[in-house]
Each structure stands twice: as C-alpha cells, then as structure tokens.
C-alpha cells in the first residue's frame, strides 16, 4: 500500500474536522493508520491557562472523531514556536506517508493560517493533501 501512516494537522476548526473526516475514510479504504498532531504556539505565561484550556477543547474534539475510525490511531499535542515546522518534522520522525490539513485554520485569517499551509506543502517531503471546510463527507 502506498499509504501507511497519515498525519492530520488539527486546530479544531471546521477546515481540520474535514481533514480529520477525509483521513479516516482514506485510512478505512488503504488500512493505514492515523495520527492527529495539534501544535500549541509558545506564549508568554500570563496566557497560559487560556492556552490550555483552549488546547484541551481540541483534544477533545480530536478524539471525539477520532473514535469514529477503528484503526491505529494517535492524537499528539506538541508545543513549538512555528506550526509548519513542527508538522514537517513530525512527519519525518514518525514515518507519515500523507499529510492531510485544512485550508484555513480556527481564525479564518487566509493570509496567517495560510502560511501554515504553504509551509508545510513547500517543506513536506512527503504528499500533502488540503482540504476545504465544504467537503466534510
């Protein structure tokens, strides 16, 4: 198979509970695995508990469609100072053959979150897939 391990970037937004939807049929149909990676960006302490609790309504939305899928699956929540960077990364560690993530994230900002995207599709060794909201299956 050419697709073992997919790697979905999730923000909790519309656009990545569409990638995370897409993943797991993708995963149902190849037999491959799925691990969701949430990035929290360093922020000064003051924020933190703000961060936290925002981060952990992620998780759990995360998991929630995650237990939807009955393969392998993984949520990781890995702080870094750029997104892209940490998504690229991660995908090289664990051996993903696919990254999938939406086109926009949580603030709508295309200019911003689109970054993190472009990021990623310039430094990805490997396929990456984006996904808009609409096409939630």
Same mark, same amino acid.
């Given at each position: 198979?050419?697709?073992?391990?997919?790697?979905?970037?999730?923000?909790?937004?519309?656009?990545?509970?569409? &990638?995370? $939807?897409? +993943?797991?049929?993708?995963?149902?149909? #190849?037999?491959? !695995?799925?691990? %969701?990676?949430?990035?929290?960006?360093?922020?000064? &302490?003051? $924020?933190? +508990?703000?961060?936290?609790?925002?981060? #952990?309504?992620? !998780?759990?939305? %995360?998991?929630?469609?995650?237990?939807?899928?009955?393969?392998?699956?993984?949520?990781?929540?890995?702080?870094?100072?750029?997104?892209?960077?940490?998504?690229?990364?991660?995908?090289?560690?664990?051996?993903?053959?696919?990254?999938?993530?939406?086109?926009?994230?949580?603030?709508?900002?295309?200019?911003?979150?689109?970054?993190?995207?472009?990021?990623?599709?310039?430094?990805?060794?490997?396929?990456?897939?984006?996904?808009?909201?609409?096409?939630?299956?």
């Amino acid at each position: 198979m050419w697709c073992k391990r997919i790697m979905v970037a999730y923000d909790g937004s519309a656009a990545s509970d569409s &990638s995370l $939807e897409r +993943a797991i049929a993708l995963a149902e149909t #190849c037999g491959a !695995e799925i691990m %969701a990676i949430h990035v929290v960006v360093g922020a000064p &302490s003051a $924020e933190l +508990a703000d961060i936290y609790e925002k981060d #952990c309504e992620v !998780e759990d939305r %995360a998991l929630t469609i995650l237990n939807k899928f009955r393969g392998r699956q993984k949520f990781m929540m890995i702080t870094g100072i750029s997104p892209s960077f940490v998504i690229v990364e991660q995908a090289e560690k664990t051996g993903s053959d696919l990254i999938m993530m939406g086109s926009r994230g949580l603030t709508g900002i295309k200019e911003y979150l689109g970054s993190v995207s472009h990021g990623v599709v310039q430094h990805a060794k490997v396929p990456v897939m984006i996904i808009k909201e609409q096409s939630a299956i």
